[in-house]
C-alpha cells in the first residue's frame, strides 16, 4: 500500500503495512479503503499453490452515536450473511487483495488491505 497513491489515510497506511499472521475463521477484520476503514469477518482461509490466501466478508455496522458529520464515531457491528466477499493472501508479511481470472489464477488486485483481529467502521468526514 503506497501512501498518497493507494490510500490517502497514515492511519491506513500504517495499518496495511504492519506484518501479520495468518488469520481463523471467525476472526474480526477491517477493510482499509482511501481513507475509510470497512469492518468484516474471516470467512474461509486455504492454500493454493505457494501463498496462502483467506476470504473477509462485509459485516454490518450501525451507527451508534449522534455526533453527526465528526471523527468521533461509535458503530456496533453484526454479520452479514449476504456481505461482500474478498479475497487476500500474504506476501512478505503483508496482505493485499487478489481476484480469480479465469484460468483459475489468482492474481494482485487493486493494492487493498486488510488489517486482522480487529473490526472497525470509520467514515472520514473530509470527504
Known sequence: MKLGKETGSLVNYIYGNTPQVMPL?????TMLGWSDRYPGT???????????YFVVQMDN????????F?????YEYSPNPKGAKYTFRF?????EDVYLK???RYV?????????GTREMYYDPCF
Open 25 to 29: 475463521i471467525g476472526e474480526a477484520a
Open 42 to 52: 474471516v470467512v474461509e482461509v486455504f492454500k493454493k499453490g505457494k501463498f496462502e
Open 61 to 68: 455496522a450501525k451507527r451508534l452515536d449522534e455526533n453527526g
Open 70 to 74: 465528526s471523527e468521533s464515531q461509535e
Open 91 to 95: 506476501r512478505n508479511g503483508v496482505t
Open 102 to 104: 479465469e484460468n483459475g
Open 108 to 116: 494482485k488486485g487493486s493494492g487493498r488491505r486488510v488489517r486482522i
